[in-house]
């Protein structure tokens, strides 16, 4: 993709090569990153924000290396603080268009708390959670979205923890538009990456990533060729709610639990399938659980997305609205006045 856009006061055409920096990429051969940072790097030039006014933010693993490889200002924070370094950076320059790049174990372990918060206030970033379901850049614990039973390293007879639902958490914490895709379907991470950039609040994106190294094919069943119409469910707004390989399954609500139907048993129509509303939270978050049904498929897309007012734009409101109000202030005056007290 090309696009004009304004630098330093200069019309210039930029590029997906001028989103690329000048470090060598230090991924393992064949990992799932170096699909995200291409699809990323593509889709920049479109959304005409000049490199300056960039920054990607990022913690500690595999995933947060990312800041390196973009040609725009980053930040490579310490473990599990990007969500709270990109909320602070928004919120003192609202001006700039923040992004974070994180991983299962950055993201949801240690940074579990940041990213609840950033997302209930509904700070204006993309937060990109790049899921392998490992730590990897630790060489092969299991994470908090390992999957029950996973042996790793540091769980040699199986993980007994509960895995987090990335996608229910988002929901659950307040988040106004929650999405994902994969790195195995280029064209489709570019569209979510896209719609949530172009979302006013905090946009989460769950990207399956594999790890070829130590968890290599968590997500071949949603990957291949013959198996993934199966096992996947592309989400389109307005649209029924439709998969297989002919596009003859749907869902079905029997009261609040949904159902598979056949389209060819001679009973069900399209009419009986579900029409996606990603609107609807209560859709969503029905939506977000099919990965933990079996032989359900796990939805692709977006699954969720409302307007609501951001924090710092409220956060300026306010100080506006008082400023009218009572003045500009006196710093010193408001640090000496009231109740003081002297220590001798």
């Known amino acids: 993709m090309e696009s004009d856009t304004l630098q330093n006061g200069t019309h210039v055409k930029l590029s997906a090569k001028d989103f690329s920096s000048d470090q060598d ?17 593509r889709v920049m030039p479109s959304f005409e924000i000049p490199r300056e006014k960039t920054v990607f933010v990022a ?4 995933s947060s290396r990312f800041p390196y490889y973009m040609n725009t200002y980053g930040f490579h924070g310490i473990h599990g603080r990007a969500a709270a370094i990109a909320s602070g950076l928004k919120i003192a320059r609202t001006d700039l268009d923040v992004w974070v790049a994180t991983g299962d174990g950055d993201l949801l372990s240690i940074g579990g708390n940041h990213f609840i918060h950033i997302l209930r206030r509904n700070i204006n970033t993309v937060i990109m959670l790049f899921n392998n379901r490992i730590y990897g ?3 092969g614990q299991y994470s908090p979205t ?4 996973k042996i790793t390293k540091s769980s040699p007879f199986g993980t007994v923890d509960t895995p987090f639902n990335p996608l229910t958490l ?3 914490a307040g988040g106004s538009f929650v999405a994902r895709t994969m790195d195995r379907d280029p064209k489709h991470m570019q569209d979510v990456v896209s719609k949530a950039h172009k979302h006013k609040g905090t946009s989460f994106i769950e990207i399956f990533q594999n790890c070829n190294i130590y968890n290599d094919g968590a997500y071949e069943l949603y990957t291949e060729k013959d198996t993934k119409p199966e096992n996947t469910i592309n989400l389109e707004h307005g ?3 439709l998969f297989g390989k002919d596009k003859n399954k749907g869902i079905k609500l029997d009261g609040f639990r949904p159902v598979i139907i056949s389209l060819d048993d001679g009973i069900h129509t399209v009419n009986d399938v579900i029409v996606h509303d990603h609107t ?25 997305e409302v307007e609501r007012p951001c924090f710092e734009d409220e956060m300026e409101e306010q100080i506006e609205d008082s400023t009218r109000k009572k003045g500009a202030g006196d710093l010193e005056k408001l640090l000496f006045s009231g109740t003081t007290w002297e220590v001798k």
Do not use: N
Request: charged share 15%; hydrophobic share 40%.
């Open 59 to 62: 913690g500690i693993g595999c």
């Open 239 to 241: 649209k029924p709610l």
């Open 137 to 139: 850049l630790t060489k």
């Open 25 to 41: 990429v230090r991924w393992c051969p064949g990992c799932g990153d170096y699909s995200i940072l291409a699809q990323v790097q």
């Open 280 to 304: 609807s939270k209560e859709l969503a978050m029905i939506l977000a659980q099919f990965s933990e049904i079996k032989g359900f498929p796990v939805p692709l897309g977006v699954l969720y």
């Open 170 to 172: 988002a929901l659950g």
């Open 146 to 149: 390992s999957e029950h039973g």
